[in-house]
């Protein structure tokens, strides 16, 4: 099984661009979640999917866009980046009840917007 | 709000020792808290559950205790290797909040040979 999947793993942006990031998970989780990762900031949560067809708010979801596209894929947009923007980016999926709430992560995005 | 506090330093440990990573939170009583392990370059991977009314868990080498009065978690490694070297990570249920995840920054490991 190959878990969540992110493409792409890294991407240089000019101020102003856009991007979608991608993530596809196979196991059959319902939720979904997009955090940041930033050094000495710990990973903060963008937006959510608690399951297929909705999305909510995270910590930090300003200038970000989400679309749950089906149960097995989140996707993350960048409307037009900002320097601010530069972080990794981590997707992750976890099932809801019957004991398991741990959290499976992809690889990363690494962002840099210049 | 929620806030995890983590060791910002990293901690320098002899092989064969056991290593204590520190998890203190504030604000809330979370119904259960999570350790990860975080490689360079790499997405986090979950290694232990501890719920509220559990006051220890243990797995191979790995031993976890959660004190909901102190409101403090301790991880620790015994007869640690180089190969535990990682970052650590502490990770509480935002509170009434589904499964969506509030991590702290890490703690850096090193065990050296």
């Known amino acids: 099984n190959a878990g969540v999947t992110q493409t792409p793993k890294f991407q240089v942006l000019k101020t102003g661009q856009s991007m979608t990031l991608q993530c596809a998970q196979d196991?059959?989780?319902?939720?979904m979640y997009w955090y940041r990762q930033d050094p000495g900031m710990g990973l903060r949560l963008i937006y959510y999917s608690a399951s297929e067809g909705t999305t909510d708010k995270g910590e930090v979801p300003n200038g970000y866009n989400v679309s749950r596209l089906n149960k097995r894929e989140f996707s993350l947009r960048l409307e037009s980046a900002a320097p601010s923007q530069t972080s990794v980016y981590f997707c992750?999926?976890?099932?809801?009840?019957?004991?398991?709430?741990?959290?499976?992560f992809g690889q990363g995005t690494r962002l840099t917007v210049v | 709000s929620q806030k995890i506090e983590q060791n910002s330093e990293a901690l320098n440990i002899q092989e064969g020792k056991t290593a204590t990573l520190t998890c203190n939170y504030t604000n809330y009583s979370p119904a259960y808290l999570q350790w990860y392990r975080q490689d360079p370059g790499r997405g986090p991977v979950f290694l232990l559950l501890i719920r509220e009314n559990e006051k220890e868990k243990r797995k191979e080498r790995l031993k976890v205790t959660f004190d909901t009065t102190l409101k403090q978690s301790l991880f620790h490694i015994t007869a640690s290797q180089p190969a535990d070297s990682a970052t650590y990570l502490c990770a509480l249920p935002f509170s009434g909040g589904y499964n969506k995840l509030i991590f702290g920054a890490g703690t850096r490991l090193a065990v050296h040979p």
């Open positions: 992750a999926s976890s099932e809801v009840g019957g004991g398991h709430t741990e959290a499976f």
């Open positions: 196991m059959n989780h319902n939720s």
